[in-house]
């Protein structure tokens, strides 16, 4: 019973896991476009501001997704080159 339990706890701690990550992002996301593009708080935002915080947030999903899918073929160039090694 305890071997079934296993791998639904590995599955709900990587679930976890992924999700505090997400936070993580959306945090450090909004921390850096309130630092960037809000000059003084208040009631409303203006259109320059509000603009300012599109492209950041543009950016930063730019950014970050170019980062994975570079990652992601740097580690398929290594494991195809360590399989080439070993046939």
Do not use: Y
């Amino acid at each position: 019973m305890e071997a079934a339990a296993d791998p639904e706890l590995q599955s709900f701690i990587e679930a976890e896991t992924q999700k505090q990550r997400f936070q993580g992002l959306v945090h450090q996301l909004t921390e850096l476009c309130w630092e960037k593009c809000m000059e003084k708080p208040g009631p409303k935002l203006d259109a320059r501001c509000e603009s300012c915080f599109v492209n950041c947030v543009e950016r930063f999903i730019d950014t970050s997704q170019f980062i994975l899918n570079r990652l992601e073929q740097t580690q398929k160039s290594r494991g195809s080159f360590s399989e080439s090694l070993t046939d």
